[in-house]
């Protein structure tokens, strides 16, 4: 039975985490609109070095709406003191994220999905003012209109509140030019640029024109993203079912090697029914029965402790782990036929019970 | 001819040990008639609880034929069988065999348990009317453990009636017990076979219990003599337990 919860509560957790993670990350994927312009031999976004002619070059071309431009970096103190993040995504840092004030307006969506829950986006005359993520407004106190100092000894008003998410982790979003500086980029350098097209059907061809015009460049759409993290999902998920049918395979060899023991203890029982009447389909029935009921007790013990877990782990994890009616079933399924197999061999054991040697066996 | 109950000819049961074969019977011969008390006799090794196997359908034997009510059971497949003990037979062990688990009125339960025939509600009923009757109509909800020897076999009488078998097949029936609820336990089933007209073919060491006119056969070297009480003790067959 322990082999049986403990493989239920494997695979309940494993596969929520996958479910948990990829939800999470298609929700602010898939909320994303437009395509993503970075520097072709960055490995990533953030080690991407673009100068900002690009926004016109790249609003050049037949279809864009606009060229977003945007700096990544790191924000390492806040007000005099070391910054402090929340979340395994951003391993304890603060992500320092730069959009420029004049043209965010023009953005179509919100920045991965994330909107403004208290105070509002940026409008052009923003110069020191500042976005913040709700760990950081919690953490640090902060409420609209409070002042945040940031690495350069500057006080940032603070003008929105980001809803939590939990996927970025923490964050705080300044004004273009105050993140190139804070950044240390370049004058005219930015990081990324987000292009979002007039016709969301143009995405696609639009990202290949702009690797064809500018080799330079890397476009890739957001939905093209989400497929490409889907890809990796999919390994894990792969990885995540080799885990849990090892474990389900665990569970069945505790329930034959649990129910041949029991089964053993009692041979002279099921001699002594054998003897008073009872048919070996009797036998196989109780015997299929006891183990079918193991595997319901076990599966329903099972699934409790791993949605308590599961809960208790979501307070702590940077994304939450995800428990669907359908892991439910399929765990439940799981172990009843881990059950009606793990039955089976000891049953066929008990029906070779020899009635004479069974009753003369002390 | 009506009369006879179990009749086996020429029985043989030959088990193979290692290279040797055993001969426990080599052509044994017996007749019991309906409604009898008939003791089997016979020092260790001799063959009696294999021929009881035989006669309690639950054992093929070698050759040799054993029929019941006239039919033909030693060619009997194991399923055929199993409904031969549920409908005809009664057993009772020496060591009383009971489901250690289950209380003295589940025990008694436990033949019919699988028949679809018989309602829950009916075989309760059943089953602590026998335990009345054995004696027991206090003890029906306590487990083996908490019972006496004596009260055990008197659960395991109680099992042995529940499916109303026509024999009862008793293997050493007071050999684990005192000779006065040995004694007792005679008793009871001699007041089964007198009320209930049960046919009862008892294997036993224990000679005191067999009356003078009691139906006793002698068996030994695998083959059935009849013979009686008197003549068990004249040939020095006496009292208790022999050396096993």
């Known amino acids: 039975m322990l082999a049986l919860i403990v493989g239920i509560i494997t695979i309940i957790v494993l596969v929520s985490a996958t479910l948990g993670v990829k939800s999470s990350v298609s929700n602010v994927m898939g909320q994303m609109k437009g395509i993503i312009v970075y520097e072709h031999d960055a490995a990533d976004v953030p080690y991407s070095h673009l100068s900002s002619d690009y926004e016109e070059k790249l609003e050049d071309i037949r279809g864009v709406r606009v060229a977003l431009p945007e700096i990544y970096g790191m924000v390492r103190t806040i007000d005099g003191k070391k910054a402090e993040g929340t979340g395994s995504f951003t391993a304890g840092m603060v992500m320092l994220v730069g959009l420029d004030p004049k043209k965010e307006r023009m953005r179509q969506g919100d920045m991965y999905g994330i909107g403004v829950e208290e105070g509002r986006k940026f409008i052009s005359s923003d110069k020191y003012a500042a976005i913040i993520s709700k760990d950081i407004a919690d953490n640090y106190k902060k409420n609209i209109g409070s002042k945040i100092e940031l690495d350069d000894g500057k006080k940032y008003t603070v003008i929105g509140i980001l809803e939590e998410s939990s996927v970025l982790g923490s964050i705080i979003v300044v004004p273009l030019d105050r993140a190139r500086e804070l950044a240390h980029l370049k004058e005219d350098e930015v990081n990324s640029f987000t292009v979002q097209t007039k016709n969301p059907e143009d995405e696609k061809r639009i990202a290949t024109l702009i690797k064809m015009k500018y080799p330079e460049l890397e476009a890739i759409t957001a939905s093209q993203a989400v497929e490409e993290t889907e890809d990796i999902m999919g390994i894990m998920d792969l990885f995540f079912y080799v885990m849990a049918s090892i474990s389900l395979i665990i569970a069945g060899i505790g329930i034959v090697n649990a129910m041949l023991m029991s089964v053993l203890e009692r041979t002279k029982e099921f001699g002594v029914l054998k003897a008073v009447g009872w048919e070996n389909d009797d036998l196989l029935k109780l015997i299929i029965e006891e183990s079918i009921l193991i595997g319901v007790v076990g599966g329903i013990i099972g699934i409790i402790i791993s949605v308590a877990i599961v809960e208790i782990l979501n307070n702590y994890m940077p994304f939450s782990l995800l428990i669907t009616k359908e892991l439910i079933g399929e765990a439940f399924l799981f172990s009843v036929i881990a059950g009606i197999v793990g039955g089976i061999y000891p049953a066929w054991r008990v029906t070779k019970i020899d009635p004479i040697q069974a009753i003369r066996g002390e | ?244």
């Open chain 2, 1 to 244: 001819m009506n009369d006879v109950v179990i009749e086996a000819k020429n029985l043989k049961k030959y088990y193979k040990m290692g290279e040797t074969i055993v001969k426990a019977l080599r052509g044994a011969n017996i007749k019991i008639k309906k409604g009898s008390f008939v003791f089997i006799v016979g020092p260790s090794g001799s063959g009696k609880s294999t021929l009881m196997h035989l006669l309690g359908a639950l054992d093929h034997p070698t050759g040799g034929s054993v029929k019941m009510d006239g039919k033909e059971i030693s060619k009997m497949d194991d399923w055929e069988l199993s409904m031969i003990r549920r409908n005809k037979v009664g057993f009772i062990f020496q060591t009383f065999n009971l489901v250690p688990s289950l209380t003295a009125l589940d025990n008694v339960k436990l033949p019919l348990l699988t028949d679809k025939r018989i309602s829950d509600e009916e075989l309760t009923a059943r089953a602590i009317k026998l335990l009345k009757v054995v004696g027991l109509g206090h003890r029906i909800y306590h487990t083996p453990n908490e019972l006496s020897g004596g009260e055990r076999q008197r659960v395991a009488i109680a099992r042995a009636l529940i499916n109303n078998p026509e024999i009862i097949l008793a293997d050493e029936p007071t050999g684990e017990l005192d000779s006065k609820t040995g004694a007792e336990i005679f008793e009871l089933m001699r007041k089964m076979n007198k009320e209930e007209g049960k046919t009862f073919i008892i294997v036993t060491h224990d000679t005191e219990y067999i009356k003078h006119n009691d139906t006793v056969y002698h068996i030994k070297d695998g083959v059935i003599k009849e013979t009686s009480k008197r003549e068990l003790e004249k040939n020095g067959m006496k009292g208790k337990k022999e050396i096993t």
